[in-house]
Every structure is written in structure tokens, then in C-alpha cells.
């Protein structure tokens, strides 16, 4: 499978990280660096107006250490009047790509007219994209769902519609809006995508293992893969894929879940303010406890602490009392 090159941009392998709302953050993506095979890294989604406000070194949503690239931030607006000073911003931070967020449903978001809201408002739409076209030379993406119903015609002349205002990659959650998690994700729908644009369209919803990666290009015709929950839960997952899937030479890790679990607590602790540690190990805990067959009573535990130490403390008693099916990555 080939590299994505979009503008300056190499994306080798083709598989990205998902921006993810409290996960994709700086301490998660050095735990996926560790294991390799990431073609592109992302933040969360940022909100455009109140980027350009944030102080960089301080923000925990901005912190990025220099190992951290390439990295794609992405943006959430409504509005073609925040991007100016949005692109402005991310010029500063040294963005190595731009994404706009076209598929985030979630109802708060969608009051503002953000989100997959915009698929249903394709002049709105298109005059964020123009903007941000005319604003940046970095490369531009954008993240969609596969709208609110099956409307195919609908859906391609959106896609379309980016194509045409100079997007230079395009990535599709393939479930409609108001589908849950719970539900397959419609993998089919992108190759329909595939037939009538040109850029590189990256296939992205319910990717878990090596099998799922490969089911997923077979069956959307994608050019490549963003990878988020599955990549939570085992953050070695980039690798396994570009080793298996597109054949790239990534040494096999040798690591016990506990000792993952130890590293991301130590870069939190090195790298963030004590404000911002328990939420994020909070939220990393819920997805990673998934490789436990009692992984629910470690997430619950965790959860329920008060302070980093208690969560420490309580994660470790479980690593005591229960081995994982997967005990060393490598095996
Ligand atoms: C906790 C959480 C937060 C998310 N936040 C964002 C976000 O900030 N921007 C975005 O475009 N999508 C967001 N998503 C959607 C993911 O990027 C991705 O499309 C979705 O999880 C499906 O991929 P997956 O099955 O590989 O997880 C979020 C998903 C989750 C689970």
C-alpha cells in the first residue's frame, strides 16, 4: 500500500490517530510513538474561536512535545470568520496539518451549527473550507460522517463540494449521524466516496485489529486507515498493522500492559499540571482496561479516585491480581 503525499505532507504508512475529545492528547500520542507505525498524529478538536487565545505552553490541549509529528490539528467552527486568526495560530504552533471537524454529532456542538451539522448546510460548509483554503498552504483536511440518512447523491456532492474547494484529503467516519458506536460502522459507503473524488479518502469507524484493517481497505477501497478507540485500548495497534498490512519493518515491542500503563502515568506526571493528570489518566483508563477480561472494575476504580496517587494505587492492586490475555505485546 502506498504513502499518502498531500502537499509537503508524507503520510508513511498510510494510518493516522483520530482526534478524540479528552484522549488524543499529547501523553497518548508518545505511548503510540513508542510502538511506531503512526503516519499522521492529531490533537482533539479545537475550538477556532478560542484558539488563538490559548497559551501554548500552558494549554493542556496544546502541548506537544518536539518527538510529536507529524501532527494534524484539528479545528471545530461554525463560523468562516474564526479561521483567519485560527490559521494564524496554528502558523505559530507549527502545525504540520490543518483538519476541519464536518462529523462530530454530539447535540452541544450542533447548537452552534459545528459538527456533522454542516453536512446538512453545504453553502455554510463551503465557505469555512474556502476560507480556510485561502488561509493556509498547510495541508487541508476534513473529517466527515456519512451524513444523517442514506443519501448517496447528497453524499457525493458534498464530497465533492471539498474536493472542489481544494480539501487535499478526506476522512470518513462511516456511520450516519445519529448512529452510535454500537453499530457496525457502514464500511461500503466509502468506496461509493472513492468513485467520484480524486483526493485520498481515509476510512475511519470500528477498526479494533489487524483483521478489522484489512476488511475495512478491502471493502471501502480506502487509501488509508484513522484508527481511534482500538488505538486506546492498544496503543501498539499502529504497529501491528503497518507491519502486517502495509509491510513496514517496525521491530516487535516488548511491553506489559502494566508497564504501558506506568509510562503513560510518568509522561503525564512529567509533562502536564497536576490539574490535568487525573482526567486524562481517567479517560485512558476506560479505553486500555478493555485488554482485561475484569477490565471494568479497573476502569471504575480509577474512576472513582480523587487524586493521581489513589488512581495509582488502585490500578496497581489490579495489575497484581489479574493477568491480562495479552500479557507481553511481543507475544
Ligand atoms: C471519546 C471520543 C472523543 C472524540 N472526539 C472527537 C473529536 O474531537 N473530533 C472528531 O472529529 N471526532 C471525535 N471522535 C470520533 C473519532 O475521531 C472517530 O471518528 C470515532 O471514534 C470512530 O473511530 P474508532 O471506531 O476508530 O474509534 C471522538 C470519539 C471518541 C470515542
Redesign the pocket.
Known sequence: MQAIQIRNLRIDPPLLL???????HSALRLIMLGFGGVGLL?????SAKRLPGENSSISPYLLRTEREGPLSY?L?TSNDKEIDRAMDALQLLKADAV?L????PSSAVGKFGA?VVLMEQPEEARRIVAEARLRTSLPLSV?I?LGSYADSRKLKAFCSMLEGEGVDML?V?A?FKHES?ARR?RWAYIAEIKECIKIPVIA?????SVEDAETCLRVSGADGL???????IRPWLFAEIARTVFGRYISEPVASLPDIYSAFVQTLNANYRPVYRLVRLK?FTK?FAQNYKFGHSLASRVQSSSSMDEAIERACTFFANNKSEINYVSQ
Open positions: 483520530a482526534p478524540m475529545l479528552g484522549l488524543t492529531s490533537t482533539e478538536m479545537l484539528q471545530l483538519d471537524n464536518m462529523g462530530c459538527g473529517k460522517r476522512t467516519h456511520r458506536f460502522p475511519n469507524g470500528g477498526v479494533f484513522m484508527l481511534g478507540r482500538g488505538a486506546v479517560g479505553y
